[in-house]
């Protein structure tokens, strides 16, 4: 049973910095891409950022381009998602997500396997 854990989230002032972390449990981690998508109150579940097998493989959604970075250690099972100049638009549950590689995946429907998601709140 692959389990996908996030950790990490919290309260932030706006123009700061957050770390999540994913650590996965069960499965093959590296065979799977990794991404993370997140919910803002009273808003769909949108894509955020994907990493496939290398770094050859990478995605972002043009919201957070250049203010967020995607990486994994397939040695400890665990991707993060380095956050920074937030804003208040952040606000938001950020989920984990494991789907198949090895090219990054933009669309929910792509992955299988989700986390429960950990909560990001920016404040002005």
Same mark, same amino acid.
């Given at each position: 049973?692959?389990? #996908?854990?996030? %950790?990490?989230?919290?309260?932030?002032? $706006?123009? &700061?910095?957050?770390? /999540?972390? *994913?650590?996965?449990?069960?499965?093959?981690?590296?065979?799977?891409?990794?991404? +993370? !998508?997140?919910? @803002?109150?009273?808003?769909?579940?949108? !894509? =955020?950022? %994907? /990493?496939? +097998?290398?770094?050859?493989?990478? @995605?972002?959604?043009?919201?957070?381009? &250049?203010?967020?970075?995607?990486?994994?250690?397939?040695?400890?099972?665990?991707?993060? /998602?380095?956050?920074?100049? #937030?804003?208040?638009?952040?606000? @938001?549950?950020?989920? *984990? $997500? $494991?789907?198949?590689?090895? @090219? $990054?995946? =933009?669309?929910?429907?792509?992955?299988?396997? +989700?986390?429960?998601?950990?909560?990001?709140?920016?404040?002005?």
């Amino acid at each position: 049973q692959v389990q #996908l854990v996030e %950790s990490g989230g919290g309260l932030v002032q $706006a123009g &700061g910095s957050v770390r /999540l972390s *994913c650590t996965v449990s069960g499965g093959s981690f590296s065979t799977y891409t990794m991404g +993370w !998508f997140r919910r @803002a109150p009273g808003k769909e579940r949108e !894509f =955020v950022s %994907s /990493l496939g +097998w290398t770094t050859r493989f990478m @995605a972002y959604s043009d919201s957070v381009k &250049g203010r967020f970075t995607i990486s994994r250690d397939n040695g400890k099972k665990t991707v993060d /998602l380095d956050m920074a100049n #937030l804003k208040p638009e952040d606000t @938001a549950v950020y989920y *984990c $997500a $494991a789907g198949p590689g090895p @090219a $990054a995946r =933009v669309t929910e429907r792509e992955y299988r396997y +989700w986390g429960q998601g950990t909560q990001v709140t920016v404040s002005s």
